[in-house]
């Protein structure tokens, strides 16, 4: 899989946005390779094939949340041959609330408004719904351990001090990723009813306290046409496989199949943060204002997930290894031992992401007409804007500049 999400990555990294989606459509049709191959489409231009492949993905992604996976289907020896790489994936709350809001963006590009409204207010109600989600995944973990006649001490298991370094990480409140804030802001003001000025109010007053972005605080007078120019930045941090050990105390309960073990070892995704050509970006002369940091989003949630992480880990590799004990009592030894081997290669860490996703998104506010991108004083892009405009720059991590403007009046 890494190998292929290379790949991918290197595509996007060009600009071959094309390339890139006829690569992932190629690949197994799950949620994964059809967001993949969404924002690839979406990034090329092509806004409808984009949204059809959005829908797909939106209708696995909710699938995958009502189903459990492969591995707790299967019998007992099958299922140490199955890795968390082979069970469907399922998404990260960040990828759905991205859904939506990259659909609405692509429907503001098609000009279809309420469309892009609907999808605007799934995202929202998406990040309302997302502070329920990790509960319920530690609760199932918990669930499969007892059956097995153990549990995980939790607290135990986050004292670690390497665990420490990975936990305690936080973004914007309560799930909140500001560019939907901006996306919302752009739709009220140019294409909003009477009755939405106060919605207007606040969703701005809230993407002000979140950004703090002096283009925002501008007075934009109706005399004068203004374009939001909006940067899509860089790429998101991969996640890479590390193993950790614990002491056989993270585990309680009478689990004899254990006794020799003073510690278990597990393999577990770390995030690894993929450096961007350009930091700092200035639109005519103005320095740009970062609006969303997707590099800290990524971080805190997978904070807010490292215990249910772990605690997977964990169940799995002790079930794992009572099935193992039991067999060899029941098999004998010699079928024991490979099927202790095939244990080994089956505990793998899940290292998929939506790798499409940026780095960041930045944000400047300046009079339409000529619009000039520049990087430490290099030259990236011009673009002529006429009327209320966005104008949407995507930056590949190798500093590759694409554009697409929309008159949004």
């Known amino acids: 899989m ?7 990555d290197e595509e996007m990294a060009d600009g071959k946005y094309v390339d ?15 967001l993949q191959a969404a924002a690839a489409t979406s990034a090329a231009g092509e806004f409808e ?15 995958a949340r009502r189903t459990s996976g ?23 709350v960040y990828d759905g609330i991205l859904i939506n809001t990259y659909k609405a963006l692509n429907f503001m590009f098609l000009k279809q408004w309420d469309l892009a409204r609907v999808e605007l207010n799934r995202a929202y109600d998406r990040q309302r719904r997302a502070t329920d989600f990790y509960a319920k995944e530690i609760l199932e973990q918990e669930e499969k351990a007892s059956k097995s006649g153990f549990s995980v001490n939790v607290s135990e ?10 936990s305690g990480l936080e973004a914007y409140a309560d799930y909140v990723n500001p560019m939907v804030n901006l996306m919302e802001v752009l739709y009220l003001k140019y294409q909003g009813d009477a009755g939405d000025s106060e919605r207007l109010r606040q969703t701005q007053n809230r993407l002000l306290a979140m950004t703090q972005s002096k283009h925002l605080q501008k007075d934009l007078s109706l005399s004068q046409d203004w374009t939001w120019v909006i940067i899509e930045n860089g790429q998101m941090p991969r996640r890479v496989e590390w193993r950790i050990d614990f002491p056989i105390g993270v585990f309680s309960g ?20 993929i450096p961007a050509t350009y930091n700092q970006f200035v639109v005519n002369g103005e320095n740009v204002d970062m609006i969303s940091d997707m590099d800290k989003i990524i971080h805190a949630e997978y904070s807010r997930a490292l215990p249910t992480i772990i605690t997977k880990a964990l169940v799995s590799t002790a079930i794992k290894t009572i099935a193992q004990y039991r067999i060899g009592q029941a098999k004998g030894h010699t079928t024991a031992f490979f099927v202790g081997l095939l244990q080994a290669v089956s505990t793998q860490a899940d290292i998929r992401s939506w790798s499409a996703l940026p780095k960041n998104y930045h944000l400047a506010i300046v009079p339409s007409g000529s619009i000039a991108l520049t990087s430490r004083g290099g030259h990236l892009g011009k673009v002529e804007t006429k009327g209320n405009s966005m104008l949407y720059f995507k930056v590949s991590r190798s500093g590759v500049v694409s554009s697409q403007v929309l008159v949004l009046d």
Request: negative net charge; charged residues 30%; glycine residues 4%.
């Open 2 to 8: 890494s190998g292929k999400l290379d790949k991918f």
């Open 20 to 34: 890139a989606k006829d690569f992932a459509l190629k690949e197994k049709k799950d949620l994964l390779w059809t």
């Open 49 to 63: 094939e984009s949204n059809a492949l959005f829908d797909k993905a939106e209708e696995m992604f909710i699938a």
């Open 70 to 92: 492969a591995a707790d289907k299967v019998g007992t020896l099958s299922s140490l041959l199955v890795n968390d790489n082979v069970i469907a994936y399922k998404g990260e």
């Open 157 to 166: 298991m986050m004292s670690s001090p390497d665990i420490k370094k990975l």
């Open 254 to 273: 009478l689990i004899k199949e254990l006794d020799n073990l003073s510690i278990v070892s597990v393999a577990i995704p770390k995030l690894k943060d």
